[in-house]
């Protein structure tokens, strides 16, 4: 089965510092990892895709296939980071097959 | 490109009454989409995909007769909430996936934010 695991559920940190935002994952086949960010009041919105290899508003992601894990991070938190993260899987057959989502962590970030 | 729009964002309806919640993608055509359910601070739940031309399919618990799914184009989803009550107060957000596109992204809607009184 599919899950993904983000186990902090709320994480603090100063204007500043750097962050790491963790996931993990349990899929048996090759899967495809995404990272949402929900800010106050705002729609889900896609931030850092595996397969682009891209960085974001500062953020970077690495897929880990040895660990199952895509943590994100940033080197310098900024306030307007402060926001709900979603780490989500893609796999399976078929185009009907839903992201998975973890839990969700709570940045927030303190000047 | 890629945008999902959701009709109402926000509705007031009496306790028995039914509301539909249309979602829409805008500049994409999608076979699938996906209608959640997240309640204050928490993680989205699954309710339902839905597939364009065929029934829904609908996670574990939730009741088909109450939340009724009509995907009739490739770019139209509704919900209708049946029978509403005050616990199906909640926030309710549509996602859909691009045709077009060899991924499993999801774009979301903004959400319809639903009570019951």
């Known amino acids: 089965a599919q899950r993904v695991t983000q186990p902090e559920k709320l994480l603090s940190v100063f204007k500043g510092a750097p962050v790491e935002l963790k996931c993990n994952y349990s899929?048996?086949?090759?899967?495809?990892l995404f990272w949402y960010v929900q800010y106050s009041r705002q729609r889900l919105q896609l931030l850092l895709r595996?397969?682009s290899r891209e960085s974001i508003k500062g953020f970077t992601a690495d897929l880990n296939k040895g660990e199952t894990s895509f943590h994100l991070k940033k080197p310098f938190a900024q306030e307007e980071d402060s926001a709900m993260y979603y780490c989500a899987l893609g796999g399976g057959a078929g185009g009907n097959t839903p992201l998975v989502f973890g839990k969700g962590t709570r940045l927030s970030v303190i000047a | 490109g890629a945008v999902v729009s959701q009709h109402p964002s926000r509705v007031i309806c009496k306790s028995g009454t039914s509301v539909k919640i249309e979602c829409r993608s805008l500049?994409?055509?999608?076979?699938?989409m996906f209608w959640y359910r997240q309640f204050p601070k928490q993680s989205l739940m699954l309710m339902a995909t839905s597939n364009e031309g065929s029934k829904a399919t609908y996670e574990q618990g939730v009741e088909k007769d109450k939340f009724l799914i009509n995907h009739a184009s490739l770019t139209l989803s509704t919900l209708t909430v049946t029978s509403a009550h005050p616990e199906d107060s909640s926030f309710y957000i549509c996602?859909?996936?691009?045709?077009?596109?060899?991924?499993?992204?999801?774009?979301f809607g903004p959400g319809t934010r639903l009570t019951v009184t």
């Open positions: 500049d994409f055509q999608a076979t699938t």
């Open positions: 899929y048996s086949g090759s899967p495809e």
């Open positions: 595996h397969i």
């Open positions: 996602s859909a996936r691009d045709i077009g596109r060899s991924s499993y992204e999801q774009y």
